[in-house]
């Protein structure tokens, strides 16, 4: 689930691809570079990542409803305990 700053309302979405910076994701919800959000795991929704979206696709491209996202935080320090 991804969760707007700005607008505080929960989007639904998936995970294309997740590495240690960041991840790659479908969303619902049309999103802006530089924009910041809080991304949600569905199997643990009390631990959101911090990120922040730096790049979308291109409309008409393939990869129109993908985005790309870089975490604020380290991963490790929201995956602890």
């Not at 619902?28 to 924009?35: D, K, N, S, V």
């Not at 959101?48 to 730096?54: E, I, Q, S």
Request: one cysteine or more; charged letters at 25%.
């Amino acid at each position: 689930m991804v969760e707007s700053e700005s607008q505080q309302i929960p989007q639904d979405g998936a995970t294309v691809d997740l590495s240690e910076h960041g991840a790659r994701i479908v969303a619902e919800a049309p999103l802006t570079p530089g924009q910041t959000l809080s991304l949600f795991q569905a199997d643990d929704p009390e631990r959101a990542l911090r990120c922040r979206v730096v790049w979308t696709g291109d409309v008409g491209s393939d990869g129109h409803d993908q985005t790309g996202l870089e975490f604020l935080d380290s991963r490790s320090e929201n995956t602890e305990n």
